[in-house]
C-alpha cells in the first residue's frame, strides 16, 4: 500500500469536498442553476483577488491566461518589459516574441529576484514601454518578487503591470486593488485548491483602456467577448462547468477560513520547511523564498533526479525536480493550498529516509523536529 | 424530488463511472502514472478520429481547437473557403476575420447543408485557398454536412479540409483517413461522454506542411509547441489531468462497445426521435438531419422558450432552444453520447406533457409509441 502525498507546486491537492463536488452529474452551462454557481464564483475570486475589478475564467491552463494579457493589452511593434528570472518569467518573453512585441528583457539570475530599482531604470531608459509583466513567485526557482515596491514605481505611470500569480495567488498576499496592480493571471491547480484546466485574468479599468486599443489578432482569449459574456453571468465560449462548480466548492473554503490565516499558514508551513532544510545541512536555493514553495539544493553526490523519483516511488511523497538548466540540481518542496503540518512533516519525513538511503550524513529527525520547532512558535 | 436529465447537445450527460474516475486523488502531470494514461488516451483518441495521425489535446473548450486550426494553417492574407450554414460555421468566418485571413464565404440557409458542388465551383473560382472550414454536424441547426463528398473533392487537390467534428464525433461516423479529411476538431463534453473543458485537432501529414509555413501568430495554440511535447507524452503546457483521466475512462467505454455499434445506436435513437416528433404532429428543422440531434420547429401557439424552460425546471428534462436566429422557433433534442432509449423515451414523455399542458393539440403517448415502434424494428 502505497498513499500518495502531493507536495509538488501545482497540480496540489485537491479536498475531496471538492472532488465530490466535480463528481456530480454535469448540468449545462446556460441554466440558472448554473449561472447561480457561476456567479458566486465571480464573487469569490474577487476576493480572492483583492479586487473590485471582473475577474475573466478561461478554460485552460495557466499559459492561456499569460496569453490572454499580452493579446489584449498590447499591439505588434509595442514595447513590453519582461522581467525574466526563471522558466515562467520567461515565458512573458517568448509570448511577447511570439505576438511581434518588442521587449526590453531584464535579466535576474535564477534563484534571485528583480530588485524594483531595475524596473524604474528600464522604465525611464525605455519612455515607450506600454507593459511590464512580472512574475509574483518564479514557480521554477521558488523566488518571490517584491510586485508591492513594482507596483509602487508603475501606478502613476502610463503604464500597466502585468503579474504572474499562477503559483501564488491564494498563497501569499497580493493586494491588487490597494497595491495597484493592474493585471493578475492565475491558474486553477495552485492556492485555489482544484485541478488543472481554469485559468484566470484580473483587469483593471487603466488597463482596460490598453484592452480596446489593442491590434493583436485573439480570438478564443479575447477579454472583449469575455466581458460582454460576463455581464450576461456566461463565459463567451463553453464553461469548464464541472471544473467552476469545484472551484465554486474550493473557494467556499478559502472564504471560510480567511485569505489572512491562509497566508499565515503557508507561512508559517514556509518557515517550517526552510529550519527543516536547514536543520539536515542542506542549502535554499532561492535568495528570497516564497512561501508557496521552497526550493533546495540537492547536496553533493546526491543524485537530485533519483531523489525525487525515489520518493515518489517508494513513499507515494511527490515533490519536484529542478527544471530545465536546473535539472538535477534542486529540489523543489511545496508549501500550497490544502496542505497542513502533517503533510509537511510527512514530506519532510520521507526526504529524510530517502537521504539516509543515498548516503547523505546527517541525524534521523534533525528535520523535522526543526520543523516542529517552528509550529509550536 | 426532480431526477433530472440531460438532453442537450453538449455537456452531455457523463457515465458515474467517469464522474467517480475523476473524483480519485489529483496527481501529478509529469510522472509515469499520469504517462500511462495519457499513452492510452492518445491510443484511444486515434480510434475514435478514425486515424493515424497525432491526436493532440488541449485544455480549452471546443473553439480552442477551432482556433488552434486557423492559425496553424494560414498567415495573414491567406484566403480560405468558409462554409456557413450555421451559428457555428459563422465561426470559422469570425475565427479567420480575427487573424487577418480572407475568407470566400459559402452562405447556405440556416437547416440546410452545403452541396460539395458549392465548394467544387468556389475552388475553381478562388485557385488561392489553402484551407476549406466545415462544420460535420452545425449543433445550431441539426443539419448535416456529407464531409465524405468533400473531402472527395479536396483530397487530391492542393487544398487543406478542416472539418469542426465538436458535436458529431462518437456520435456519427467520420473516417479521417479513409475519407481523406485533412484537419478534426472536437470537443470533450458531446459524443466522448466526459464534460467540457477538454478540445482535439487531429492534422494528417498534408496538412502538418500548412503549420510550418504558418505565420499567424500563436503560442498556447501551437502545434509545434504540442508535437514536440507529444513525442514525450506530454502537452506543451500544464494537462487538465482530471478530465484527461476521465476521458480515457469514457474511451475505454467507447472502444468496448465499438464505434460501429455506437453510430447504430445514435442512428437508432435519431430515428426514434425524428419518428416520435413527425406523429406528434411537429415539422422537423433540419433539411438533411444529423443523428446527434433533432431540430424541430415550435408549433405555432406554443412559447418556444417556455416550452424548453417547463421541461427544465418542472421535469428535470433539459433539451436546447434555439439560437440567435432560431431563438423561440426551434427546439433541439439531443441523441448524443451517454444515452440509450429510455433516456430518449423520458425526454419525449416530458415534451408530450408539457405540450399538452401548453395546449397544444394531440394524443397523449403518440410520440413515445412511435419511437417505440422505431426501437422494435
Known amino acids: 500500500m502505497i498513499k500518495k502525498n502531493l507536495l509538488t507546486p501545482g497540480p496540489t491537492p485537491v479536498p475531496s469536498e471538492v472532488l465530490l463536488s466535480m463528481a456530480k452529474p454535469t448540468i449545462h452551462h446556460r441554466t440558472p442553476e448554473f449561472q447561480k454557481i457561476f456567479k458566486e464564483m465571480n464573487e469569490n475570486l474577487k476576493y480572492v483577488f483583492q479586487t473590485k475589478n471582473d475577474v475573466f475564467t478561461f478554460a485552460s491552463s495557466g499559459t492561456g491566461a499569460m496569453e490572454a494579457a499580452v493579446v489584449n493589452l498590447l499591439s505588434p511593434g509595442d514595447t513590453a518589459i519582461?522581467?525574466?528570472?526563471?522558466?515562467?518569467?520567461?515565458?512573458?518573453?517568448?509570448?511577447?516574441?511570439?505576438?511581434?512585441?518588442?521587449?526590453?528583457?531584464?535579466?535576474?539570475?535564477?534563484?534571485?529576484?528583480?530588485?524594483?530599482?531595475?524596473?524604474?531604470?528600464?522604465?525611464?531608459?525605455?519612455?515607450?514601454?506600454?507593459?511590464?509583466?512580472?512574475?509574483?513567485?518564479?514557480?521554477?526557482?521558488?523566488?518571490?518578487?517584491?510586485?508591492?515596491?513594482?507596483?509602487?514605481?508603475?501606478?502613476?505611470?502610463?503604464?500597466?503591470?502585468?503579474?504572474?500569480?499562477?503559483?501564488?495567488?491564494?498563497?501569499?498576499d497580493l493586494q491588487m486593488d490597494s497595491w495597484g496592480i493592474d493585471v493578475i493571471v492565475a491558474g486553477s491547480q495552485k492556492g485555489l485548491m482544484i485541478p488543472p484546466g481554469l485559468a484566470f485574468c484580473s483587469i483593471s479599468p487603466k488597463a482596460w483602456k490598453l484592452v480596446e486599443a489593442a491590434k493583436c489578432p485573439r480570438y478564443y482569449f479575447d477579454l472583449r467577448l469575455a466581458k460582454k459574456a460576463l455581464e450576461k453571468t456566461d463565459t463567451a465560449f463553453t464553461s469548464a462547468v464541472t471544473l467552476c462548480i469545484g472551484l465554486n466548492a474550493a473557494l467556499k473554503m478559502i472564504k471560510e477560513e480567511t485569505l489572512e490565516k491562509i497566508f499565515q499558514r503557508h507561512n508559517c508551513l514556509a518557515r517550517a520547511v526552510r529550519e527543516a532544510m536547514k536543520a539536515l545541512g542542506l542549502k535554499l536555493y532561492a535568495k528570497k523564498p516564497a512561501d508557496v514553495v521552497t526550493s533546495v539544493y540537492v547536496p553533493d553526490g546526491v543524485d537530485g533526479e533519483a531523489l525525487v523519483k525515489t520518493m515518489r516511488d517508494v513513499y507515494g511523497v511527490s515533490i519536484a525536480g529542478g527544471q530545465d538548466e536546473l535539472k538535477g540540481k534542486i529540489f523543489r518542496f511545496a508549501q500550497l493550498g490544502y496542505m497542513n503540518e502533517f503533510d509537511i512533516i510527512t514530506g519532510l519525513s520521507a526526504l529524510e529516509l530517502v537521504l539516509a538511503k543515498m548516503g547523505y550524513k546527517f541525524e534521523t529527525g534533525k528535520g523535522v523536529g526543526a520543523a516542529e520547532k517552528e509550529f509550536l512558535k
Request: charged share 25%.
Open 82 to 172: 519582461c522581467v525574466q528570472a526563471g522558466k515562467f518569467g520567461e515565458r512573458w518573453t517568448e509570448l511577447c516574441q511570439a505576438y511581434g512585441i518588442k521587449t526590453v528583457v531584464i535579466d535576474v539570475e535564477w534563484g534571485d529576484a528583480v530588485d524594483p530599482v531595475q524596473i524604474e531604470k528600464a522604465l525611464k531608459e525605455n519612455k515607450n514601454v506600454k507593459v511590464v509583466f512580472t512574475t509574483h513567485c518564479e514557480t521554477s526557482t521558488g523566488a518571490l518578487t517584491d510586485i508591492k515596491a513594482i507596483a509602487g514605481i508603475t501606478k502613476d505611470k502610463n503604464v500597466v503591470l502585468v503579474t504572474d500569480a499562477i503559483s501564488s495567488l491564494g498563497g501569499i
